[in-house]
């Protein structure tokens, strides 16, 4: 499977002239076949190490010749169809090609069925006049489109044509292989939020949500309960340092009972001997506030770390859970009525 995925094939496919039978040499040819397959090692080095079994940057590129008269095969069709970028290397010879031509007409045709921009990358390997160039890579006003040049302007002649350790060259391709890298990243991403979005078999929401209430010292502690407990339910908020901020604020309050009345439980993290009895009169009064302006009886319980006695408890009738037993998250969704 490609990078990009399903439904494409391939990541990139690579359209360019041959050249020798126009130019009489075999000099554009052999820097078109450098230039991609830096480019495609580029990608490969960048991407593939990241990327699970059986996904691997895919770069399409036809090293065979075609033969005058001859038409493009059922493969190639088939491969500038399906795959999600095209990189083209400009030249003289790619704009008189009638096979480029087709291979750039069958990209955009596809590309357009299915409402997609940004996926053409040009590359001009060689001078050539404006108006010269094909209409689907001109722009509103009949010029061409933006693209990478990797023409020498003295020569007018691709960059390191005779040396293809020419640091010119090496700056040019690298650029082309930073916009493709940013292009097949968020295109990828797209696809795969648009999967999600798409799918009409999700999931059912069977996790509660419990918010953990912490103290800022204890984050490590809160950090670890939090990671345990998401085993078994989702868990508010993202991070306990911006829940701490200036929790006697009326704005703070009104929001801390908004997120409250959001969740299926409350459970207050017990990390240490420090005195627990002022957290524990302050989710008190927040749940007799839920229950008072929202009709929300909210089940509340102590995750306790350190055990002992706690009067605590008792004196407001709060349910406590000791993480000293292992199946701790699964007596906590007990407690608070969640299982």
């Known amino acids: ?10 990541d990139v496919f690579v359209s360019y002239a041959h050249a ?3 130019t009489g040499s075999a000099l554009l040819l052999k820097w078109s076949h450098h230039v991609i397959d830096r480019i495609t090692n ?3 080095t960048r991407f593939n190490p990241l990327q699970g079994p059986g996904s691997h940057i895919d770069v399409f590129i036809d090293k065979n010749v075609l033969q005058s008269g001859e038409k493009l095969s059922e493969e190639l069709k088939k ?3 399906t795959s999600a970028f095209l990189l083209v290397l400009m030249s003289p010879s790619y704009s008189g090609s009638g096979w480029c031509k087709e291979e750039l007409e069958r990209h955009f045709a596809n590309a357009e069925s299915e409402g997609r921009t940004g996926h053409c990358v040009v590359v001009r390997a060689q001078h050539l006049p404006d108006n010269a160039w094909p209409d689907r890579l001109k722009d509103d006003r009949g010029g061409p489109v933006l693209y990478r040049d990797l023409v020498d302007p003295k020569t007018q002649l691709p960059l390191g044509l005779d040396d293809f350790e020419d640091s010119s060259l090496r700056d040019g391709v690298k650029q082309v292989f930073i916009e ?5 990243e968020e295109y ?3 696809l795969a939020d648009r999967r999600i979005y798409d799918n009409p078999i999700q999931a059912p929401p069977e996790k509660p949500v419990i918010y953990l209430y912490g103290r800022p010292q204890d984050l490590q ?4 309960t939090r990671q345990k407990l998401r085993m078994k339910a989702i868990v508010s908020p993202a991070n306990l340092t911006a829940a701490a901020e200036d929790v006697f604020s009326a704005e703070k309050r009104k929001q ?3 997120e409250y009345s959001l969740c299926d439980g409350l459970a207050l993290l017990r990390a240490s001997d420090n005195d627990i009895r002022l957290d524990v009169m302050t989710i008190y009064r927040d749940r007799q506030r839920l229950y008072q302006e929202h009709h929300i009886n909210i089940p509340w319980a102590i995750i306790d770390q350190v055990g002992g006695e706690l009067r605590v408890v008792a004196d407001y009738q709060v349910p406590r859970v000791l993480v000293s037993d292992p199946d701790w998250p699964d007596r906590l969704l007990k407690t608070l009525s969640l299982r």
């Open 1 to 10: 499977m490609c990078y990009i995925g399903p439904p494409f094939e391939h």
């Open 20 to 22: 020798e039978e126009e």
């Open 42 to 44: 580029l990608l490969k």
């Open 79 to 81: 491969a500038v169809e």
């Open 180 to 184: 493709l890298s940013q292009k097949l």
């Open 188 to 190: 990828r991403k797209y």
């Open 221 to 224: 502690a809160w950090e670890h």
């Open 256 to 258: 801390k009972l908004l």
